[in-house]
């Protein structure tokens, strides 16, 4: 995973690749827009996006280890869920990016992206995720939540990928990492 955020502290951590037929740089392209991650999280959310990265700039220009400003998570695209206080901590080598931020459930989500060319018109999106919940959820139970939750949003995210760009062949592995902490 990531550098620098032990997996030991994780609630619930989460791997998955997608192979897609399309070129790496249109998949990362897309990747970093609001309309694209809107797409991949449509019909079930919708993340509102920080004032900075309105009007055409994408994550891939945002400043690194500065929070970006607030981001809310919609369910059915409407009713507010969840916040995260964006902030990216890494992007490169390649097409890739770390982002390490806080949300109103949990203290550390940190949120991996890569895209890989495999082909002249072939790619793979891996998608790493770990989260630490806060204090009060974990408490009651939350990381069984949060482990279910967060695996099927991102299997819902490689499903409207592979949707939009098409199947790339056989799927690469994908898996769960899921860690209790009691």
């Not at 694209?36 to 220009?61: A, F």
């Not at 390649?94 to 949120?111: D, I, P, T």
């Not at 999106?125 to 806060?134: G, S």
Request: aromatic share 6%; glycine share 10%.
């Amino acid at each position: 995973m990531a550098r620098g955020y032990a997996a030991a502290v994780a609630d619930a951590a989460f791997e998955i690749t997608t192979r897609l037929a399309a070129p790496a740089e249109r998949v990362w392209a897309a990747a970093l827009t609001e309309e694209g991650i809107n797409y991949e999280l449509s019909p079930w959310l919708r993340m509102t996006m920080p004032r900075g990265l309105h009007g055409g700039m994408s994550i891939d220009d945002a400043p690194l280890g500065e929070k970006l400003g607030r981001s809310w998570i919609l369910l059915g695209r409407v009713v507010p869920v969840d916040y995260d206080d964006l902030c990216l901590v890494e992007r490169g080598p390649g097409m890739r990016f770390l982002e390490r931020s806080q949300m109103l459930s949990a203290r550390v989500w940190q949120h991996e992206r890569e895209v890989i060319t495999t082909g002249p018109a072939t790619c793979e999106v891996a998608d790493r995720l770990e989260l630490e919940l806060r204090t009060p959820l974990r408490v009651v139970g939350g990381a069984a939540i949060a482990r279910r939750v967060v695996r099927f949003l991102f299997t819902h995210r490689h499903r409207r990928l592979r949707q939009r760009w098409g199947d790339g062949g056989s799927a690469a592995a994908s898996g769960d990492r899921d860690e209790d902490r009691q």
